[in-house]
Every structure is written in structure tokens, then in C-alpha cells.
């Protein structure tokens, strides 16, 4: 089975602080993601990554960046937080793009 | 821009019951669409995976349809258990040609009830 670890399940930090969410999957997947949900937002997809050291941005990438430095690990980085990135963070990985996403199981960040 | 709608919102059915979820999209040049199941606090577990190319896929009590002309998928749940409760979402990959991305619907929220 495919497992998708996350660092940390819940996390409170403050406004300004930088922040680091980690990601690591163990099936030598290609592609990795982060999302952020958010009620009545649904899921919404802020970076993706479809190798070691290339990224990608989706739809929401304002104040966030992301580093890749080995295949099996994905870090999102808010540069400076704020209270508007307060939400449920999850990460995501897949082989190839014809097969499924696998995710992990989320970490409620809240910013103070 | 591809917009994914799922209805109902919410569901609540007895122990027994076979139901059918939907999910619709606006544009059909879709990769893929995959369902997931999210339990309280959880991250996503994927159900099934249907390729533009197939019309449905089957594991277990679920099945999934795909009709891309239509712009709709249905999740079919065959004698529904309690323990299928949990927020049902449907997600469209290869909007824009990014085979890579998936746009997520807001979910269904099912309840069964013993």
C-alpha cells in the first residue's frame, strides 16, 4: 500500500512566522502535490512537483513556495504566515498521471 | 474553466440501501476522474479511477460510471453499510491539458443510518 506520511497533524504557529509542512511518500512516485481545503472551497491546488527540483503552480501559489530536493519528500513553505492561510493542508502523490493520487492524512495548520 | 458539482450536498439513508451519488462537469475534455472517500479529520482515500476511455470500474459494493459527452459520473453504492459514511468527492484530472491536475467538487456527505 501506498503511504503518504505527514509531519504533523495539527500545527499552530504565529502571523509572520515562516512555516514548513512536510510530505513523504515511500512508492518512488514521480508526482507530488499540495492541496488546501477549506469549507465550502472544496480542495484547491497550491503547487505541484513532477520531479526532483521541478515545480509547478496551480491555482493558489500567493504566499506559499515549495522545495523538492529528493524524489520521496515535498515541503511547502508559507514565507510568512497569515491568518488567512489557517486551513487543513494535504499532500498527495501519484506514479504517472493516468494513475491515481494518494493522499495523506492532512495537517490542520492554524495561524495566530 | 472546468466547474465540478456534486448533488446532494448531504445524504442520509437507512442500513441497506443502494444509492447513487453524482457528479458533473462542465467541461468534457477531462484525462480522467477519480472518486474519493474522506472521513472526519482525514485525508482522502482514493475509491476508483476511470480513464476518459472507460465508462465504469467496479470494486467491491462501488461502482463508478463516466459519460464524458454528458459531462457526468455517477458512484453507485450497493447495500450501503454504516461504515460508509464519510464525504464522498469526485475529482476531474487534465483540465487545460495539465494531465498532472485535479479539480475537486465540494462533496457529498453521506450518512447511513443503522
Known amino acids: 500500500d501506498v503511504k503518504v506520511t505527514q509531519s504533523s497533524r495539527y500545527l499552530v504557529k504565529r502571523t509572520g512566522e515562516k512555516v514548513f509542512l512536510e510530505c513523504v511518500q515511500d512508492?518512488?512516485?514521480?508526482?507530488m502535490f499540495w492541496y488546501r481545503q477549506d469549507p465550502g472551497l472544496g480542495l484547491r491546488l497550491i503547487y505541484f512537483?513532477?520531479?526532483?527540483?521541478?515545480?509547478e503552480k496551480g491555482d493558489i501559489p500567493e504566499g506559499y513556495s515549495v522545495s523538492r530536493e529528493k524524489k520521496e519528500r515535498f515541503s511547502l513553505i508559507l514565507e510568512s504566515a497569515s491568518t488567512n492561510q489557517t486551513s487543513m493542508y494535504l499532500c498527495a502523490s501519484s506514479f504517472q498521471v493516468v494513475r491515481p493520487q494518494h493522499f495523506g492524512d492532512g495537517t490542520r495548520l492554524s495561524i495566530l | 474553466k472546468q466547474e465540478v458539482t456534486q448533488i446532494p450536498a448531504a445524504l442520509s439513508v437507512p442500513e441497506g440501501e443502494n444509492l447513487v451519488l453524482n457528479c458533473s462537469f462542465t467541461d468534457s475534455a477531462i484525462y480522467n476522474l477519480q472518486w474519493f472517500r474522506q472521513d472526519p479529520g482525514k485525508g482522502l482515500t482514493s475509491l476508483l479511477l476511470i480513464q476518459s476511455s472507460q465508462r465504469e470500474q467496479t470494486s467491491g459494493r462501488l461502482n463508478a460510471s463516466l459519460d464524458k459527452s454528458s459531462g457526468r459520473s455517477t458512484l453507485y453504492i450497493a447495500a450501503s453499510q454504516p461504515g460508509d459514511s464519510a464525504t464522498y468527492l469526485c475529482a476531474v484530472g487534465g483540465y487545460g491539458g495539465a494531465t498532472n491536475k485535479l479539480i475537486f467538487g465540494t462533496g457529498t456527505l453521506l450518512a447511513v443510518q443503522p
Open positions: 512537483s513532477y520531479d526532483v527540483k521541478m515545480k
Open positions: 512508492m518512488d512516485h514521480e508526482n
